[in-house]
């Protein structure tokens, strides 16, 4: 492939010609979506550390759907050979913020039915939905967003794109929060179920895209010594909140858990 689509920022690549986003698609790289896109083509395809065998035919693919009267030749393909799962081992810290995104899609998974259970209330429950602004604010947020931007993120240009999303995803989750909150005081439901909604599916995205591109990609970028630096300030921000805060918000899911999936399975 020229350097020329290599070097062409992805969403100008997509909006001049949508086959490519298809294409993307296809692989599991999510740029259709992507509010920002100016990563270069082979910035996208690089961080999701294809195969050989599979990134060749993933370019071939996009420089056919861009110049498809191109006379290209097709990458050869062993079709004896079946793809494997790529299994990820993370670095000791990195391990520890995907164990953290377990606990919270707990949460996310219960969401339609706390927001099926407002909706059919006669009043909103105000201590259940702050019990959850709570947890999403003091667990997902302060206790594990604060580790992304305030410790990994640093170990990369934070500048770059990925992050860049990464940080937008951050403010636009707390927006979605900040909207429950105003209908919670309003007893507005609508809004509540709105947004709480909203977060479920950014965040269910969201950390889809760090536990299986940016995680490994910031991975295998670090020395040695990073990885057990980041270690070491992990653990020193763990350490800074104590044992109690992450026990107390596992015990509300827990207690939550307990109150809806009793509820669904009736």
Partial sequence: MDDNIRSREIKETIDKYPEVGRILDEYGIGCVPCSVGSCFLSEVVGIHNLDPQTEATLMYRIEK????????PEPKVDMTRKP????INYSPAVKNLVEEHVLIKRLLAMIPSITDYV????????DLI???VDFIRGYADKFHHMKEEDILFKYVD????IIQVMYKDHETGRNHIRQVVEGTES????QIKEHLLGYRELLTQHIKKEDEILYPWIDRQLTDTQVGELFQKCSAADAS????????????IIDLERKFLKEVSK
């Fill in 187 to 190: 007893g507005n439901k609508a």
């Fill in 65 to 72: 759907a861009i110049y498809p009267d191109r006379d290209i």
């Fill in 84 to 87: 494997t799962q790529k299994k």
């Fill in 130 to 132: 702050m019990g959850c």
């Fill in 158 to 161: 934070e500048q770059g794109e």
């Fill in 241 to 252: 909140v104590g044992e109690e805060l992450p026990r107390r918000y596992e015990k509300f």
């Fill in 119 to 126: 909706e059919t209330s006669a009043e909103v429950d105000k």
